[in-house]
T-cell receptor, first 116, second 115 residues
């Protein structure tokens, strides 16, 4: 069975602070994919990134960066110089090699509040 | 514009009154899926479809039905809704190439309240 744990239920920071959202996963698959989604207050889900299990390179996209460490089964997400618009719930998700179901196993989410 | 649409966006109903939530995508995706989102639980898959006339259960299928008669549409049917089906529902679609975990495109969500 797959599992994704986002231990931080809620984080509050002040604008311009850096913040890291933790994600720890469990899977028996050797090939798998990890995702991050953002859910702003309006409710829609916004895709942020997908990484496969063979690519452990860290990725940076503007103020966003992701640290994938297979050794610790973690896929952490860092926002540098946070802004009020970053306030949202962030979900980490895992997809295994059951290519039929292709279900995403989601963590419970981390609510990020960025105060001005 | 490539998108997944859901209707209605908000629905308040009563126990036992059959309802359908529609989902439609314009990206010619083979794969479509329904999730429900509940506080503290993240999103959980209800049903999925790999192509027309091919559907199967996800993690929490009880109380739901789906159909896939056309590639673009994947309605979610609640034959006899109960209060524990009060939730935020998302439809998703992806390209569906075998062996790939493609990005899943999510609809805007349907907030359902069953009284």
């Amino acid at each position: 069975a797959q599992k994704v744990t986002q231990a931080q239920t809620e984080i509050s920071v002040v604008e311009k602070e850096d913040v890291t959202l933790d994600c720890v996963y469990e899977t028996r698959d050797t090939t798998y994919y990890l995702f991050w989604y953002k859910q702003p207050p309006s409710g829609e889900l916004v895709f942020l990134i997908r990484r496969n299990s063979f690519d452990e390179q860290n990725e940076i996209s503007g103020r966003y960066s992701w640290n994938f460490q297979k050794s610790t089964s973690s896929f952490n997400f860092t926002i540098t110089a946070s802004q009020v618009v970053d306030s949202a719930v962030y979900f980490c998700a895992l997809s295994g090699t059951d290519t039929g179901r292709r279900a995403l196993t989601f963590g419970s989410g981390t609510r990020l509040q960025v105060q001005p | 514009e490539a998108q997944v649409t859901q209707n209605p966006r908000y629905l308040i109903t009563v126990t036992g009154k059959k309802l359908t939530v529609t989902c439609s995508q314009n990206m010619n995706h083979e794969y479509m899926s329904w999730y429900r989102q509940d506080p503290g639980l993240g999103l959980r898959q209800i049903y999925y479809s790999m192509n027309v006339e091919v559907t199967d259960k996800g993690d929490v299928p009880e109380g739901y039905k789906v159909s896939r008669k056309e590639k673009r549409n994947f309605p979610l049917i609640l034959e006899s809704p109960s209060p524990n089906q009060t939730s935020l529902y998302f439809c998703a679609s992806s390209l569906g190439a075998s062996g790939r975990a493609d990005e899943q495109f999510f609809g805007p969500g349907t907030r359902l309240t069953v009284l």
